[in-house]
């Protein structure tokens, strides 16, 4: 098994209109794992990228906004061409805390998985909970947590994820983890905190009508590849400690 180092790892923090919150992660996660950040700003109008070039992060400035998956594509092909052996991908709105970083290091370790999820199940509102009981039926991914964006890739996933074929999903969650588990990766989840985000709202989640076209997406997806055969999840990871 190859060890994963969190200093050749490469942190990919997607951002769009951030500007309140992306330095404090940028410094955290720099504290905390001692690796290089790459802020990928998703066409922000409000100075992210500078504030956090600023705070020490390399910066990759998009035209146009490709949403939450395509910035995080973006990241993931960079680190390829600049030789990482992993990415760490999180959230610039502040939810995601530096100290449980290295938990997913830790439970890649563990198990061997291509793929480690950081999960916070408490955090799930009754109607995402019973939105992802529909989503495990429909997808057989064993999973908790869809939707966190706390994710820790191997160079084996990292490769099926720069690929073409990936840069036709919508979302980066289901659609991501479906085509890995289809390409035979191997996905767990650790159960990690977080917390609130400091500001804006969920993209997402803003509204009802956006759900809806989440969840209709999202089923027509599953239901296009149905053909993937065995899912590779496996059940979430036991608790990993420091």
């Known amino acids: 098994m190859t060890t994963l180092l969190p200093t050749d790892c490469l942190a ?29 700003d998703d066409a922000s109008t409000d100075g992210t990228g500078a504030t956090a070039r600023a ?20 990241g993931i092909r960079y680190a390829r061409k600049h030789g990482f052996k992993s990415v760490l991908c999180l959230d610039a709105d502040g939810q995601h805390m530096p100290d449980s970083l290295p938990l997913l290091f830790e439970a890649r370790r563990q198990t061997n998985a291509n793929v480690v999820i950081g999960t916070c199940f408490e955090r799930l509102s009754l109607p995402k909970r019973i939105a992802w009981q529909y989503l495990r039926l429909l997808t057989g991914l064993r999973l ?3 939707t966190s964006g706390l ?8 490769q099926v994820l720069a690929a073409p074929e990936a840069s036709l999903l919508d979302f980066q969650d289901v659609g991501v983890l479906m085509l890995l588990a289809g390409k035979g990766m ?13 500001s804006g709202h969920s993209r997402v989640f803003a509204s009802w009508a956006v759900v809806a076209r989440y969840m209709f997406n999202t089923t027509i997806l599953c239901i296009s590849r149905v053909d993937l055969g065995t899912r590779a999840a496996e059940p979430a990871a036991a608790s990993v400690k420091n």
Do not use: N
């Open 12 to 40: 990919v923090i997607p951002a769009r209109d951030e500007c309140a919150t992306v330095a404090s992660v940028v410094a955290g996660v720099r504290a905390a794992l001692g690796c290089r950040v790459l802020v990928v």
């Open 55 to 74: 705070a020490g992060a390399d910066v990759l400035t998009l035209p146009i906004g490709l949403g939450a998956w395509g910035a995080s594509q973006t």
């Open 144 to 146: 908790r947590d869809f």
């Open 186 to 198: 191997r996905i767990t989840e650790t159960p990690v905190p977080m917390q609130a985000r400091k």
């Open 151 to 158: 994710r820790l890739y191997d160079q084996q996933a990292m």
